[in-house]
């Protein structure tokens, strides 16, 4: 089956940097590749996803982008907040069925 | 995109007893999911639940320990039973939607077994 890799597990970037988090998987099947941004107590939520055929795309300070022949994909954050702090879970699909990586805590210091 | 609310919000719940957890989504969905997420961990999916046919199950989980039910295109309900203490975890429903099943969550039950 599908096996999601996410890295780094905790990252710490000032206020106003940029934060990187990358994604791979291992079955070029997956055609669909969301990103969840978790708040502590609240569920996940979806914030940007990218398709098989695209290569990046942007939506205000976050954006993603997919190498879809290195199996890697990657969330880009500029000019981050404090309220960016959460934990981001990246997924790859295939059909209906989601795998999901092990997560990202993310802290923007002020 | 769905909105979706889940019942009840947490719950603190005695070792052996059972306890059945509401999902409500403000439109008609043909698929709705349920997974868990242990403290600090990844989310696991349980069961798809698509109306009209029974649950299909994800290895390690059973029938008999989460019961699903999913009456309409707008409810489902999941039950933990006989529970223990490894049973403590969040437990989150979710509605797929959109040809790739664009999947978005609700905010989840806290439970805790003691």
């Known amino acids: 089956g599908e096996n999601v890799e996410q890295h780094p597990s905790t990252l710490s970037v000032q206020e106003g940097d940029s934060a990187v988090i990358k994604c791979t998987y291992s079955?070029?099947?997956?055609?669909?590749f969301p990103w969840y941004k978790q708040e502590l107590g609240k569920g996940p939520q979806l914030i940007i996803d990218i398709r098989s055929n695209v290569g990046e795309k942007k939506d205000q300070r976050i954006a993603v982008t997919l190498n879809k022949t290195a199996k890697h994909f990657s969330l880009h954050i500029t000019e981050t907040q404090p309220e960016d702090s959460a934990v981001y879970f990246c997924a790859a699909s295939i059909g209906n069925q989601f795998y999901f990586g092990t997560g990202t805590s993310l802290t923007v210091i002020p | 995109s769905a909105v979706i609310s889940q019942k009840p919000s947490r719950d603190i719940c005695q070792r052996g007893t059972s306890l059945t957890i509401q999902c409500q989504v403000d439109?008609?969905?043909?698929?709705m999911f349920w997974y868990r997420q242990q403290p600090g961990q990844s989310l696991t999916l349980i069961a798809t639940a698509n109306q009209g046919s029974e649950a299909t199950y994800e290895s390690g989980f059973v029938i008999d320990k989460f019961p699903i039910s999913r009456p309409n295109l707008t409810f489902s309900t999941l039950t933990v039973s006989n529970m223990s203490p490894e049973d403590s975890s969040i437990y989150l429903c979710s509605v797929g939607e959109g040809g790739y099943y664009e999947q978005y969550f609700g905010p989840g039950t806290r439970l805790t077994v003691t």
């Open positions: 439109s008609q969905v043909t698929m």
């Open positions: 079955d070029s099947a997956s055609n669909y």
